[in-house]
């Protein structure tokens, strides 16, 4: 079935630090695939997003491209701010999965010390 | 404008009684869902509508009833509550395109629901 890996955190970084927090996905069709981040008390929201494959989603400074040929969606932000602290979800939508739904990632927590 | 909204947002109750989380929508999206967040912050889906009609049902005791009573709406009422019901649960809503995939899905802020 399909499925989505990211990276186990918590992941602590110095402001102004470099970011990579890594996703992988399977499959059985073409996904569209997500970045969600939830600041602490809130809902999900939708941080970036790409459909297709060699698409680059970005918003906020962040970045995720789309590659198929690794099955990856990489995020990244080349100069985190304290601010950025919150936890971010990997997931993707599949149209051969059947059911309308969204397949999340177990989340990863991102730490910035001032 | 709010786009997803819960009520209530905090709900303290005892082992053993009945309550109902209520979610409404103000995007015109025809598929809502109900997701259970644990206290690691994994998130778990438990039902999705579309149209008022049930398109997922996963592994979910059947304590937990959700009920459409239109395509704007999404309730989650849970009988006789235990200890382990203890999380927060997120509303969400989106579009689902015309092949199936879904598109962006909006959250609500959340209800946690604490069992003593």
């Known amino acids: 079935g399909n499925s989505v890996t990211q990276m186990e955190g918590p992941v602590t970084l110095s402001e102004e630090a470099f970011l990579t927090i890594n996703c992988t996905y399977t499959?059985?069709?073409?996904?569209?695939l997500f970045w969600y981040v939830q600041y602490p008390g809130e809902g999900l929201q939708l941080l970036l997003k790409?459909?297709?494959?060699?698409d680059k989603g970005s918003n906020k400074g962040f970045e995720a491209t789309y590659r198929k040929e690794t099955t990856s969606f990489h995020l990244e932000k080349g100069s985190v701010q304290v601010s950025d602290s919150a936890v971010y979800f990997c997931?993707?939508?599949?149209?051969?999965?059947?059911?309308?739904?969204?397949?999340f990632g177990s989340g990863t927590r991102l730490s910035i010390r001032p | 404008d709010t786009a997803v909204s819960q009520t209530p947002k905090y709900l303290v109750t005892q082992m053993g009684n009945d309550k109902s989380i209520k979610c409404e929508q103000n995007?015109?999206?025809?598929?809502m869902y109900w997701y259970k967040q644990d206290s690691k912050k994994f998130l778990k889906i438990m039902f999705s509508?579309?149209?008022?009609?049930?398109?997922i049902n996963e592994t979910v005791p059947n304590r937990f009833s959700p009920k459409s009573p239109d395509k704007a709406h999404l309730n989650l009422h849970i009988n006789s509550l235990e200890l382990g019901d203890s999380a927060v649960y997120f509303c969400?809503?989106?579009?689902?395109?015309?092949?199936?995939?879904?598109?962006?899905?909006?959250f609500g802020p959340g209800t946690r629901l604490t069992v003593l």
């Open positions: 969400a809503s989106s579009r689902v395109w015309a092949s199936g995939v879904t598109d962006t899905q909006y």
């Open positions: 997931a993707l939508s599949d149209h051969d999965e059947g059911a309308s739904k969204i397949i």
């Open positions: 995007l015109g999206h025809d598929t």
């Open positions: 790409a459909t297709k494959a060699d």
């Open positions: 499959a059985t069709g073409y996904p569209s």
């Open positions: 509508y579309n149209n008022k009609e049930l398109i």
